[in-house]
């Protein structure tokens, strides 16, 4: 399941009752089982689980961790940094730069609960029904469900909006490529047909479709000219969720308005939410601008991911007052890799034991302590902070799973746990720096006057993009020890938009990257690493990864058929990711750090698996704010 949609990913881990199988609440799985079997036809579920219990049962009036009592109205300012020049999410991340605001406009055939692991409950549809094989899926339409201008949501904006995502968005296209069609199959019911059995994610997933207006796209703007979703647009779009795009100035803000008759105000999934009348974001060019911004109240929160900052710049009278709240949130929904990411698609980057030798170069330990004031932990697996990762040698159905692709993975996978070089003392640094040179030498690589070439004697130069100014600071602290190894470094900064058309041409060397991981992966994950996206502009397969290895554990990971056998797929392409050194891992912090005017409330506590909460959760409260401004 992806961590890259709007609402972010739930997470966990527990044991497997029926794997991947949603259950109808009140009934035991054995006498559901039984029911299928005797009717011929699977049940209709008001939610779907990927494995597990589910919570809530039919019928529920409010998930716990929200307050339905929570007072509407006020305003939120938010801080987006960048600029945008698009509102069509059908070409987000392949053409122009999007507001994150557009991505509040339209919703999903189920959401996510965020108290459970991987729970989808029904939203734009009512129920959703899927046989034992998960050949298919087929989700029913709550009759209620309406557009903005006050059409119904129809089957054939369901259909429209597959075919148009997968025909203009690479991840849609990878995440969705077992999809075969979608048809209609009642007046409320759309059928989505998969290509195989087995693939017991594919019902799950398809309910986080985003489902588009068909009429809206198929017919004109303002100016009598047809739209095309294919192309960008800052016509504001039209949607069917709480929030629409009140007014907005190019590039610099955008103003979104409650939608006072939205459709599901009264939904189950919906109720204590989205409180606020109006959502603002304000983009700012990087997070120094942010933050003064912030502190003269032009913006009611920051989130910080800067260790430097959150120990040094929030020293101001207004937390001494109190006035603004420092809080940090706990991450139990996901896990993550962040790294500089290699670009294999250049020559100079095809050998792993020069990408290997790029990670002795890096002393984190004396990064984190002369720049992050020892806040971080270094990343030691792409499921960092899940079950998933991997650690010593693998054994029991790992080792099988690993055994069916051991002519095409690296041999320290079964022989040698994965760690990354431990620096931090000039002896520790010189000791990684002579492997990172004997690495080198065994590649054929030399040194020739304090310049690395190639076998072909081709110097190695790279220079390592930056779009985020914050990030300048980590490159110049690791390109001296590239260079002491011979390796030539620059550090290039662009604004967001060239960062953007060189990312999606795959015009760099080195980038920062990172990837979120939920503790169920599935279909996402041939967008991040396989060989079918590498080539793709715009995939999130950035390091152009080609591996048959890759591959083939992708599947075992898409068709595993219980928990355990997730659990033991995703620990085996984790081992195979990182013995093939595509990244150099960086470093991670469990919270979420977030500066708050106190001006606001939210339902205690906030849900395991909902970080923050903000803004969907929180409330204006009138009560701080006239204390704050008295204060």
Request: overall charge neutral; hydrophobic content about 40%.
């Amino acid at each position: 399941m992806a961590i890259t949609r709007r609402h972010l990913l739930q997470s966990g881990a527990i044991a497997a009752i029926t794997p991947a199988l949603g259950l109808t609440a009140g009934i035991p799985a054995v006498e559901q089982a039984h029911a299928q079997s005797a009717t011929g036809e699977p049940v209709w579920r008001h939610a779907l689980s990927l494995f597990g219990d589910i919570k809530y049962p039919a019928g529920f009036k409010r998930f716990d961790y929200v307050n339905p009592d929570a007072p509407k109205g006020g305003i939120t300012r938010m801080i987006s940094i960048g600029t945008f020049d698009n509102f069509n999410t059908a070409v987000m991340g392949v053409k122009g730069s999007i507001a994150p605001a557009a991505t509040l406009i339209n919703e999903t055939l189920m959401t996510p609960s965020q108290d459970e692991i991987t729970t989808e409950y029904g939203l734009l549809a009512e129920a959703a029904a899927h046989p034992d094989d998960f050949s298919w899926v087929t989700y029913r339409l709550r009759p209620e469900a309406r557009w903005h201008d006050g059409k119904p949501v129809t089957p054939d904006d369901v259909i429209f909006s597959l075919d148009a995502l997968k025909k203009n968005s690479p991840f849609y296209s990878s995440y969705y490529r077992h999809v075969v069609k979608a048809e209609k199959s009642g007046d409320r019911a759309v059928k989505f047909i998969f290509d195989a059995p087995g693939n017991r994610e594919l019902p799950t997933i398809v309910g986080e479709l985003p489902i588009l207006p068909k009429h809206y796209w198929e017919g004109v703007d303002a100016s009598g000219n047809k739209r095309d979703i294919s192309a960008t647009t800052l016509e504001p779009p039209l949607g069917s969720g709480p929030y629409r795009i009140k007014e907005f100035v190019a590039g610099r803000s955008v103003r979104l308005e409650r939608v006072k008759d939205y459709w599901g105000a009264n939904s189950p999934t919906q109720i204590g939410q989205n409180n606020f009348d109006e959502l603002r974001f304000e983009f700012f060019r990087d997070n120094t601008v942010a933050l003064e911004a912030f502190k003269a109240d032009q913006a009611d929160w920051i989130a910080e991911n800067s260790a430097k900052q959150w120990a040094t710049a929030y020293d101001f009278p207004a937390v001494a007052e109190k006035r603004v709240v420092r809080q940090e949130f706990p991450i139990n929904n996901s896990g993550r890799m962040q790294g500089f990411a290699f670009n294999l698609r250049r020559d100079q980057f095809k050998d792993a034991r020069l990408r290997r030798a790029f990670n002795y170069a890096y002393d984190f330990e004396e990064m984190n302590k002369q720049l992050f004031y020892g806040q971080y932990k270094r990343i030691n697996s792409y499921f960092f902070g899940t079950e998933l990762a991997c650690s010593e040698l693998p054994e029991g159905a790992e080792l099988q799973i690993l055994d069916t692709v051991r002519d095409k993975v690296p041999p320290e996978v079964f022989t040698t746990p994965y760690a990354n070089p431990v620096g931090g003392n000039p002896d520790a640094v010189r000791a990684n720096l002579r492997e990172a040179v004997r690495l080198l030498k065994e590649a054929n690589y030399t040194i020739k006057d304090g310049k690395l070439v190639d076998p072909t004697g081709k110097p190695i130069v790279v220079e390592i993009l930056v779009q985020d100014p914050a990030f300048e600071r980590i490159a110049l602290f690791y390109k001296p020890s590239l260079e002491r190894i011979g390796v030539a470094t620059s550090i290039r900064i662009v604004d967001e938009a060239q960062y953007e058309n060189r990312l999606r041409s795959f015009d760099f060397d080195i980038i920062f990257d990172t990837w979120g991981e939920s503790l169920s992966p599935g279909n996402e994950q041939r967008e991040y690493w396989g060989s079918q996206s590498a080539d793709q502009p715009g995939s999130r397969n950035v390091v152009g990864i080609k591996n048959p290895a890759v591959d083939a554990l992708i599947d075992k990971v898409i068709f595993a058929t219980d928990r355990a056998n997730l659990v033991a797929a995703t620990k085996a392409l984790d081992r195979v990711l990182l013995w093939n050194f595509y990244v150099v891992p960086q470093y991670t912090y469990p919270f979420s750090r977030y500066a708050i005017w106190d001006r606001f409330s939210h339902a205690e506590p906030l849900p395991k698996y909902g970080s923050s909460g903000l803004p969907s959760l929180w409330w204006f409260d009138a009560a701080k704010a006239d204390r704050i401004k008295r204060s």
